[in-house]
């Protein structure tokens, strides 16, 4: 798993970009710096959005309850911010 523990300061706005229904549960970073982050659920009733959570917690090194998505619920391009 890509490693974002860097970004992880209070405050900040982190850009992603879903893909559900992938083949496996992954955090990556582009060349130009774009977040993707792929898991395996469906997009339905907010399973893909806890997934999303879960593994972009995992990859900053912070708690889940610390991120709030901002935008994007039903986006694939969602903006997610880190609580104090």
Not at 43 to 59: R, T
């Amino acid at each position: 798993m890509t490693d974002l523990s860097h970004i992880a300061q209070p405050g900040a706005r982190i850009p992603v970009r879903v893909t559900p229904r992938a083949s496996r549960n992954a955090v990556t970073v582009d060349d130009d710096g774009t977040i993707r982050i792929h898991v395996t659920v469906v997009p339905e009733g907010g399973k893909a959005n806890a997934a999303v959570v879960k593994l972009l917690s995992k990859a900053l090194g912070v708690a889940k309850s610390r991120l709030t998505l901002v935008r994007g619920e039903t986006s694939r391009d969602k903006l997610f911010q880190i609580d104090p």
